[in-house]
């Protein structure tokens, strides 16, 4: 689905109707159920449940933008004319002017099942929401590498690592050059640059032999999304092939 907004020129993709499938076998590790404990099965059952109702009501969702990007050195970078500031614009070699800003939700579908679930089934509802919004990483990227015929695309986005990395508060421009603070996918950015639903996500995305991640930057121990260790010479490299 191609969304066309306000101004004609601006064309933002929409990813709401693509195949997914949150298996049994991802949700127990997600919630770090022993499937071969016979202690259990009673909680694999209910797990199981849980699951086929998700897969059955869900819609994770995208919504990409294509944007031109021009690096202001030494640590700036300039989006369809709105200019950014960070650390991390210091380590980023931007191979072409092909960059998208991406936004990903798990979607507001599974709130219905709310009210039915005890205290541990709306834990692991809140794990299935993670996948959900795995599932809408995986469809967004796959769309990306075919447009930009890339084999391998790097990621980052405002409040990922240190507060100097991409200020949090520069998430509220990144949605403006998106659509505005409510997004048709249905994610709202609040004034405290919360995402709702909660399960959602925003970047920038660009073609890139290496990954990015803000993980080498933070010092945070014990974090769930952490996708490489913390490296304290992380800022005097500039290509992190992770």
């Known amino acids: ?36 404990d016979p202690e259990n099965a009673g909680d694999l059952e209910a797990l199981e449940r849980l699951v086929e109702k998700v897969n059955r009501i869900a819609r994770p969702k995208g919504l990409i933008r294509e944007l031109t990007a021009r690096e202001i050195p030494p640590d700036g970078l300039e989006l369809n004319g709105k200019k950014f500031s960070g650390r991390i614009f210091r380590s980023i070699c931007l191979p072409s002017s092909r960059v998208w800003a991406v936004c990903l939700t798990c979607g507001t579908e599974t709130a219905v099942l709310e009210p039915e679930l005890d205290i541990l089934e709306r834990y692991w509802l809140e794990e299935l929401r993670m996948l959900l919004l795995g599932c809408a990483r995986d469809a967004a990227h ?28 520069q998430m509220a421009d990144l949605f403006e050059l998106m659509g505005g603070r ?24 660009f073609a890139s032999e290496h990954s990015y991640a803000g993980c080498l930057y933070c010092q945070r121990t014990n974090c769930p999304q952490r996708r490489a260790a913390y490296d304290p010479d992380a800022e005097k490299q500039k290509d992190f092939g992770l």
Do not use: H, N
């Open 1 to 36: 689905m191609v969304w066309d907004a306000d101004k004609a020129e601006v064309i933002v993709v929409i990813l709401d109707d693509f195949p997914f499938v949150v298996s049994l076998a991802e949700a127990a590790d997600r919630v770090r159920l022993d499937r071969d």
């Open 142 to 169: 796959a769309y990306l590498q075919q447009a930009a015929g890339a084999e391998k695309l790097a990621t980052v986005a405002p409040g990922a690592g240190p507060a100097d990395l991409w200020p949090l508060t």
């Open 182 to 205: 409510t997004l048709p996918i249905g994610v709202r950015l609040t004034d405290s640059m919360l995402m709702l639903p909660e399960k959602s996500s925003a970047a920038i995305c």
